[in-house]
């Protein structure tokens, strides 16, 4: 099997890093600002980041007061920039899919994944193995693309109708690959329909205990924002059981 | 406050039989193919069905066991209607508003509410009262229409984008009340985003078991069907802690 590492592509690199640098993409304008709403008290936990990137939302977990956290990600471009970016002993990362990577069970309090698992082809099992990995009563934090943003097929952004910007909506029951140019061509996302996200949360042994669709903190220069008419990003947490 | 009470308009009301009689709307082609997956266990329940309208789901519930069932309408017609349709001393009709209706609380096993939460101006404490009538350990099953439709504003249908028929999202965000032409003009419905659907849901006390987004069973006559494009209806099933 051969799961896409697009993170290690030197193109898409570069181009990532731009984009983080202008602090203009979903991470800066749709997540930071309702990061204290999405995350759970964090103080004296045992976090495992999973597609953890450069390590932000690690050090930011530091920062809220977790006692260690292990950042996973498969891309050993973005761990080599996570581990120039932190300078903490309490935070490692780890190289791995969440697929197969191998965690000690029950061993943590808190699992994030932001902006991750719509790269992954089987949410199913990722969601069950990221639950292994909780204490009982531990929490997960899930972010992922909204379906209304993953299920245009192909992806076309924002269209006119009527004189208005809309969202297009043309294949939402389709589940699975969806191919975007995302800073280089061929970028592959899956889209799950809704039920399916969350009744995989809950097959998980997992209680949802809270779910948000963040909007922009600021509007974009450009004339409609999309993220301003549509969710960008489907936010859960919930609890194991 | 004055609430709407549109299925006592005789030309809604009419226009109403007419489309249930043609057996061509959301109830035939998307919520009866489905009533299996969406229905929890049945027997030897006591139910209570709000928004009955005709009383339809209150006969399937008898058919499917249940012990007594108790619908609730504010529409004296559709509550004759329901009547003539019903031979069955264990089916009872309450006219009223889920809003300020008097039930016992904690004497319910499960609570019905299909197509009508979104007449309802305030979701959370209607739920909060639904939630009130349930014995511990009872279910919860709402079926509304799904955020992706009721969110257009003004509500427009499908519109071509690039030669290929789409459900155009444009107004997200903006919660409240959404007025439509369906059968009479005017029509008022309220567009809820998903995180305060759910949200309200967790909050009324209960805990999410499964969330459903079912498609058309067969595609209608015309080119495209929208049922078969964006999810019609949003179902959850939740159970009281």
């Given at each position: 099997m051969s799961r896409q590492n697009?993170?290690?592509n030197p193109e898409f690199f570069d181009g990532y890093q731009e984009l983080r640098d202008e602090a203009a993409g979903l991470h800066e304008r749709v997540l930071e600002p309702h990061l204290d709403e999405l995350?759970?008290?964090?103080?004296g936990k045992r976090v495992i980041d999973v597609g953890c990137g450069d390590g932000w939302l690690c050090r930011i977990a530091r920062e809220r007061g977790a006692r260690e956290v292990q950042g996973i990600d498969p891309s050993s471009r973005m761990l080599q920039r996570a581990r120039e970016l932190t300078s903490d002993p309490r935070v490692t990362y780890t190289r791995g899919f969440v697929e197969d990577v191998e965690l000690t069970a029950g061993a943590a309090d808190v699992v994030t994944s932001v902006l991750a698992l719509h790269y992954v082809e089987e949410i199913a099992p990722v969601l069950a193995r990221m639950a292994s990995w909780l204490a009982p009563a531990g929490t997960l934090l899930a972010v992922i693309e909204h379906p209304i943003v993953t299920s245009q097929n192909p992806k076309v952004g924002l269209r006119t109708v009527d004189g208005a910007s809309v969202w297009p909506i043309d294949d939402?029951?389709?589940e699975g690959q969806r191919k975007e140019r995302w800073i280089v061509d061929g970028v592959v996302k899956y889209h799950r329909r809704l039920d399916t996200i969350l009744n995989a949360v809950i097959s998980a042994g997992l209680v949802i205990e809270r779910v948000d669709e963040p909007g922009p903190s600021t509007a974009r220069a450009e004339p409609v924002d999309p993220d301003a008419i549509r969710p960008a990003v489907l936010a859960i947490r919930a609890r194991k059981r």
């Open positions: 697009v993170y290690d995350l759970p008290d964090l103080v939402y029951f389709a």
